[in-house]
């Protein structure tokens, strides 16, 4: 366990969940520390973390404990910080929040990740380049090899060979953006007329469809069938909310107020040093 005073987030760079938590952090503006162990391996290193309880992240390390689950985070984030709340203070609307996060990360977030890995294990030059980005280290030790390792690992973990899955995956894409414009009815937020985690949550699991700006960097670009997709409901009102729920409330990447410390994740890794 981590000596140090500020909490540590471990995380996936180009994770919707991972981003998820990290947006909980921010919104609180809570300095902590970010690591990032090299996927695939994650799991490991998630299994070692957890006391065995999980193989994904994020992770957070807060009071001598480690929380898993982004759902989980942002419920002690506020129980410790409750200022800016992300949940209601109306039990009826704090309820109604908890039930739409719990929506879109059983119904949105496995599908949002297995069709973009889908269409990225069928472009091998994106899928390196994309390797590169999220874990260099990693990209640079393997190689050419980058790519034949991402398609396994991401055929294996994700389901994301299967192009049924794939199809099933962007009707659930659909169906979230339909519930999404359902909840809002016209209106700007989800719950209780202002910012909470039910929108924090919407947002976060459909920034890799939508990439606002103030979103992470890890992709630029996708391969054409996917671009395509995204095109396809680039006018949807619930695409241009995700766009603005962005503009409004989430702090670039670059003003946040965290350290990344890398070295102690290649540490990690290796089985060096407390964690």
Do not use: N
């Amino acid at each position: 366990m981590s000596t140090s005073s500020q909490p540590v987030l471990w995380h996936i760079s180009v994770s919707h969940f991972s981003e998820k938590a990290r947006w909980a952090l921010d919104h609180k503006a809570l300095a902590h520390t970010r690591r990032t162990p090299p996927p695939g391996l994650h799991m490991a290193i998630a299994y070692w973390l957890s006391g065995a309880r999980s193989i994904t992240l994020p992770i957070l390390e807060l009071d001598g404990e480690r929380i898993v689950d982004s759902t989980a985070i942002i419920a002690a984030l506020e129980c410790r910080f409750p200022t800016p709340p992300l949940y209601p203070h109306d039990p009826g609307e704090r309820q109604r929040a908890l039930e739409i996060e719990d929506w879109f990360d059983e119904e949105l977030g496995p599908y949002a990740r297995r069709l973009a890995f889908y269409e990225l294990r069928r472009d091998p030059e994106l899928l390196a380049e994309v390797g590169a980005r999220a874990a260099p280290a990693m990209a640079a030790g393997l190689g050419p090899a980058i790519v034949p390792y991402s398609r396994l690992f991401t055929g294996l973990r994700y389901r994301a060979a299967d192009a049924e899955r794939a199809q099933e995956a962007r009707t659930k894409i659909v169906a979230a953006l339909d519930r999404l414009e359902t909840e809002l009815d016209e209106r700007e937020y989800l719950v209780g007329g202002c910012f909470t985690v039910a929108d924090l949550t919407a947002a976060a699991l459909l920034f890799p469809l939508v990439r606002p700006p103030q979103s992470p960097a890890g992709i630029d670009r996708m391969p054409e069938p996917y671009e395509h997709f995204r095109d396809s409901l680039c006018e949807r009102p619930g695409y241009r909310w995700v766009q603005e729920i962005y503009r409004r409330h989430r702090l670039p990447t670059s003003t946040g107020a965290h350290t990344h410390d890398e070295q102690e994740v290649r540490h990690a890794v290796a089985g060096a040093g407390p964690v």
